[in-house]
Every structure is written in structure tokens, then in C-alpha cells.
């Protein structure tokens, strides 16, 4: 993870300090201070930081290696003062998962609050110190400047005639003057860790990551007219909070968000005159980076106006509905639905968005428990707000950048091994040694020609990176047509890699770097170095569009919000592991000697790159495949096509496969022996995919094919129904009964079929053995999709919202929303057959051991209740 700091850390400063690459300085944060006295003696130093919109600052009790920098206060030591305490922090504040660092973290945005009390023996000295940050938007992160201060106390401001108020002041900016009434607030409310009890369920306040409570992005207002003639035109406006979007009503995907629409209850007395339109101040087109697909969405706000015809003059009432679904960056709510009607005879419009701060006023008095309708059901909320959860440590992998570097090292180094790169060696390390007048002249120009191969490789992936920049190549790794290109681009490398034809770059470049080279000196080297990049494409091209594709697709920082860092690392160690053996032999000429020659096996070595190239190909095609939902290479045919690539190569290595610049292999050293043994064992290894979990009753997919082979769900034989083919209900009076007749604890869990972190958690989470195990032997799973569009048997009105729910995942949003408060996903309750909440439910939460911990604090509370008779076991009575 480090690197991956490290680049983050040279993007910034890039970003603030090099005129030439960014023509304004960026300075998103802004820190002023305030001294107020208490006392006599007591005083409060109040830094507030004011922070650009977009932009994070860190808390300072991060102590995660590889997170962010905390944020630092430090006060020299000194006499005539004492410090009180540590320093508190405060402000707008954020507590949960980071996209960008990958772990739960407390950040602020907008504005930050850090409060230092200290005791003064006498108001005339100084305290002298410094503070430092971290500040990161969604792309980047700037470099942490120290910034030295010194406060006097001679002008501190009186706290009583400002009205001066900690908890007040981590809410928001003190007016000018006057006192403020405080009575009943406490830090913690400050600090937005505690909150009212609604339904038994604590508002949000940072218990588990990703636990917002009920959230309402986007607000609704209409407008009828009439526009003689039958005709009735409406207009709908949504209004829709920062950092929150809808999505446009022209999406043609299955498999991304739900797009807006206005429905009309259908009926032979109106027909549509004027279709959807659909307009707004700030849309957006491009990659979605929490989809990761190409979508329109709207952001700020939204208008819709569609026009009817009534047909008859005492017609019915016409009815119909707005659906939408709301995402920000992290999260996206379930498909809400906000009514309307017309009655033509009377010329009355009714919208039920209207009633939707009567219905949340009801909510938070606790009246209601869903009584009427079907989703009521009487949980007991005593134990919902305990937990036993610890604070395990979440240790975190090294960043996939070291393997990035490492992939690429390789890479260069079998690029050293193909005929167009080995012969280069001795020759180009001899003239060296033989031209120059001394031994040190010899190896100074030998190691400047491997850095100038160093230099011309990494320029050349800034070059293809910065032209088609970060979100154009991470649209590749998910659009099905950009993955297509790719399988058959890989095609083509493989084919060529065989032999068929060679990859070569216009003759002209070349001829122009050699008389570049002929001049001599420094410049002389460099453009030999770059003659040696053009010679050898034919074998190092594939090599290298490989790592540029595969590491340009995979996310990660950027410089200038625009080029990502992945391809630089990745052709650094490319050509880092092209350059060693130039600067190495030049130091030491004796090991020329013991360099095997040029031969046969070199060719061997680019016809084992082009089995390589086929198996990408097959990856790229297999994500197309995915996205577009064809199951045209479904996992089985895919392991099957892997493990044909390893028979092939095993095939060639004994000779019985040939290539167009293969000779007869007229005996099996212990080299080929060794090598088809290895491929024979790498298709015995990929056939373990085949196995069958007993327990999920799908294919256990090997670890070392993880991520790249298809979810094993992705199947003909074995297509899951259930997350991970675990045993689960989706009614929750269903599940309740077979809980309660088995003697079961049960996991309800509110997901979705679009939910992105709900699939996270249920592939890095609940795929661990002994997690797995719990939850499907231990417990009844019952999951609830709030975005089911089956439509209900009945539809009713909800006692929450007013309005009507008419499909199955609206029911179960309406559920969650009486009961737990909470309208996002995924949301884990665990609870006894009778309704007894067992602990504190939890959302997002990526951490394996405290997930582990949350099932287990369930479990044992059961146990417990069990044993003392506060659960009725069945057949007891």
C-alpha cells in the first residue's frame, strides 16, 4: 500500500506545486483559529477548517498503517502552561467505508472543528507548535504541509459574552455575539454519535460502516394543467442533495440502476398525448464508477413533463406513479415510488409526496408497527441497541501496486528471453566495453543506455494513459464491446506470437533513431536505446499492450485526476528488468560467457506467450459475456477452454504441436519434461474447479482463478438462486415459521438485485468457510429484495408513507422502513423466531472478523435466551 501512497502523494504535489502541469494551485482547505477564556485560567484554542466541497480531511485517531494520515496537532513544550487533555475533534463529519483507501475511516467534509484547552499561569505568553493534514476528493490525495502557528492569549475572546459553546461549536459557526441556550446537548449529540431511538433501533451515528439510517435525497413537487381539450399536462420537479443522483429515464440495461419514469395505471378513458420528457441543470454522461457502466444521470435537480388526453367526458380517475432510484458514491436506496391522480370530472390533482413529512413525523413517534397491513409484526427492540462486537484490527493486503511492479519486472524479463531482445545483449554490451577508452567509460554508457530504456518505456505508458486518461480506461474493463476488442486484439498478439506473422513498426522510424544514434554522446545512446524499442516490438508489443491493458483497467490514483499511476509502475518494472542485464554485464563482461546462445528455445518461449495471450482473451471475452448477460461462456466451458490453453502448451513442450519457425524436437530434455509436467499440473489444478461444495451445492472455484474466471454462479449446471447457493427464504413469514419450527436464530437481510455492496459483501464476506458455515447451518436466512419488481397478489397502503405499495421489493422496503428505520442496503438484522432482536443490526461492514463476531454475538445471546427461558422451545409445552 505504501506505492500506492507514494503515487497518490506525487500526484498532489504535482497537482499544488508544478505551475506547468496545473495552471491554479490547488488549496481546498482553509484553517483559521479562535482563542476563547473560560476562567482566570482557563482557555479553549478552536481551530475550524474550513474544506472546499468534494474534499476530506482525516480524524486524528486513524492508526491504520495503510490509511490516510491522521490529522496532527502538535504544541511545543514550554513553561507558563499546561495542556488539558488531548485534543477533540468535531464538525461535519463522515463514518464509514472509503472507496479510495479501501477501509472504514472518520472523515469530515465541509468543515472541521479540533479544540485544544490548555491552563495559562500568565495571559502574556505565546504557545508555539504545529498542525498537519491529509486532504483527498475521490481521485487524489495532496501531500500533508506542516503549518507552523503561535497564539497569545492577550485578545482571547470572553466565552460567556459569545455565547461560546463546544457542542455548539462542533454543529456549526457561533453567531457575531449574544448567548445561545444549550441545555439538554452533550458532546456526544455534538459529535453525532448518539440520536433519538426510533422504533428501538438508534438513529444513525457510526456504529456499523455504511449505517445511514432513513435517508431522503430528493424531494418532489408537481404541477397540473389544463390545457383544454382533454389535455392535462404535469411537470415534476425533483430537487436532489448534493453528492446524490437519479437516473435518466432512457436506460437500456437490465443490470445497472433503476431509471425514472412516470407511469399511468393503464385504462381505456386517457391515452398518452405527449410522451416523457426529461430535462435538468447538471446530467451527466459517461462511466459511473459505483455501476461501472456507462449511464445519464441527473444531479441537483430534475424535471419531467408528460401531457395525457382524456377521452371521455366522466371519466375515472387516472391514476399513476414516478418510480426512481437515488445513489451517491457509496450507496444507492431502493426504488421509491411517489403516487398521483387526477380526477377529470373535478379537475383535482392529488401528490402524495405532499404527505411525506407527515409520514416520517409518525415514524419517529414510534406509532406505528406496520398494524393494518402485511408487513406488521412485533419485534421486541431491548437488546437492538447492545452488541459484543470487539475491535479487531482489520488487517489489510499489500497494495496490488507491489504486484503491479512485480508483474511487470516479469514481464520484461521474458520480453529479455524472446529472440528480438537476447541477441541484443552481448553485442550492444561489447561495443560499450570496446569503444569507450576506459572500463568506467564503458560501464557509464552501458548504464545510461538501461536507463534511457527505463525512461523511453515509461514515457510510452504516460503517453497511451494521459491521451485516453483514467475514466476512458476504466470504461474498458467493464463495456462489453471495449472487452470484445480486447479478446480479439489478444487474439491477434497470440496469433503472431505463433509465428504466423510478425508485429512490426514502420521502417522508417527505425532508420531515423539509428541516425539519431550515429551522432554519439549521451544523445548518441539514448537514441540507440530507442532504436532497440522499435526492433524488438515484434516481440515485446504483446508484452506490453497486455500490461497496459491490465493495469490501466484496474482503478487506483491518478495524476492530474485524469492519468492513472498503474501503467507507470507496471512499465517501470518492465523496463527496469529490459535494462538490468545491460548495466550488469557491462560492470561484469565475464558473465557473457556463461549466457546460454541463441537458439530454438527463444521461439519456444513467444509460442508459450501466445497460449498465454489466448487464455486473456478468453478472460476479456468472458466480462463481455457478463455484462451483456449472453451465457455464451458460461464457468464451466470456460474452465474447460483454460484447461485446454494448459494441455496445448504441454502438447508443444513434447512436440507433438508445431509452429511455423518450430524444427523437429528430436529428443525430451529434462527442460521440456519439466515444463509439460508443469502445464499437465496447471490443468489438473484448473479442473479442481469442478469440485462441488457441499454446502452451496455449486463449483468451488480455485483460489488462484478467483477474479479471473466467471462467478461460479455463472453456470448451466448449477445456477444460483440464493447468494451463494445458501439455503434462504425470500418471504419473511416463511422464514419466520421455519425458524421457529427448527429452533433457529434467523439473519434477515435486506439486499437488493442492483445492490453493488450487497454482491461485496456477499463474494469477500460470506464466501469465508467459517462464515459461510454459520450462517447457513446456524442460522435461517431470509433475504428481502427491495427492488423486486414482482408484482404483489394485493397491493395496500402503507402505514408509513401513504402511499400504495404494488410490488414485492416495495413491501419489503416498506418493512425495513417501519421496523429498523433504515431505507439503504445491505442491512443485517439477527433476531429469534419470536422477534427478539439479538444485537445491534449492522450494514456495509467488509470486515470478515467483525462480521464473524456480529453473527456470533447473535448466536450467543440465542443460546442464552434459550437457556433461561425467554424463548420458547417448540415441543416444550
Known sequence: MRVFYLFTIIAGFLLSSTHFLNAQMLDPVDVSYEVYQLDEETFDIVFTATIDKGWYMYSQHIDDPDGPLPTIFFFEEGVGFELINGTEEGGKSEIGYDQFFEMDLLKFKERAVFIQRVRVAEPG???????????????????????????????????????YSRELLFEGPLPATGSIETEGKSDQDALGSGGLVMGGISTPGGDTPGDVGLVDPVKWTAEMTYEGDGIYSFVFDAV?????????????????????????????????????????????????????????KLEDDARYTISIKVLEDDAAEITGYIEYMACDPTMCLPPEFVDFSLNPVTGEFFFSATDKEEATARLDAGQTRGEGTPVYFEFNYEHANTDCIGTSVREEDSSNFWWVLIAGFIGGLIAILTPCVFPMIPLTVSFFTKSSTTKAAGLRNAIWYGVSIIVIYVLLGLAITGLFGAEALNLLSTNAWFNIFFAVLFVVFAISFFGYFELTLPSSWVNKTDQAADKGGLIGIFFMAFTLSLVSFSCTGPIIGTLL?????????????????????????FSLALALPFGLFAAFPGWLNSMPKSGGWMNSVKVSLGFVEIALALKFLSIADLTMGW?????????????????????????????????????????????????????????LGFRVSDQSQSFVTPNLLSGLAPPAG????????????????????????????????????????GCVNCRRMEDQVWKDDGIFNMINNDFVLISLYVDDRQPLEETYISSFSNREMRFIGMKWADFQAIHFNRNSQPYYVLATPEGDILNRPVAYLPDRELYR????CGLARFNEFRQTGQITVPGSQ
Request: hydrophobic share 40%; charged share 20%.
Open 125 to 163: 505568553i505565546e504557545i508555539t507548535g504545529y498542525y498537519e493534514y491529509m486532504v483527498c476528493d475521490d481521485t487524489r490525495c495532496l501531500p500533508p504541509m506542516p503549518e507552523d502557528f503561535s497564539i497569545g492569549f492577550a485578545n482571547a475572546k470572553d466565552a460567556e459574552v459569545m455565547g
Open 240 to 296: 436532489i442533495d448534493d453528492g446524490w443522483a437519479i437516473y435518466s429515464h432512457q436506460l437500456d440495461r437490465d443490470d445497472g440502476p433503476r431509471e425514472t419514469s412516470v407511469e399511468f395505471d393503464p385504462g381505456p378513458h386517457f391515452e398518452i398525448y405527449r410522451p416523457l420528457q426529461e430535462s435538468g441543470s447538471n446530467i451527466f454522461k459517461g462511466f459511473d464508477q459505483f455501476f461501472e457502466m456507462d449511464l445519464t
Open 549 to 573: 491493458v491490465e493495469t490501466a483497467t484496474g482503478g487506483g490514483p491518478t495524476i492530474l485526476g485524469r492519468i492513472p499511476v498503474g501503467p507507470l509502475i507496471g512499465m517501470f518494472g
Open 631 to 687: 451465457k455464451i461462456l458460461p464457468y464451466e466451458l470456460f474452465l474447460l477452454l483454460w484447461i485446454a490453453c494448459a494441455v496445448g502448451l504441454a502438447l508443444y513442450f513434447m512436440g507433438y504441436i508445431r509452429f511455423p519457425h518450430d524444427g523437429p524436437v528430436k529428443k525430451l530434455g529434462p527442460t521440456r519434461i519439466s515444463l509439460s509436467a508443469a502445464m499437465v499440473l496447471l490443468a489438473v489444478y484448473i479442473s
Open 714 to 753: 455463472h453456470s448451466f449446471i448449477f445456477p444460483n438462486t440464493c447468494p451463494l447457493g445458501l439455503n434462504c427464504f425470500k418471504d419473511f413469514q416463511e422464514g419466520m415459521a421455519y425458524a421457529k419450527r427448527n429452533d433457529k436464530p434467523v439473519l434477515i437481510d435486506f439486499t437488493g438485485h
Open 853 to 856: 463476531e456480529f453473527l456470533e
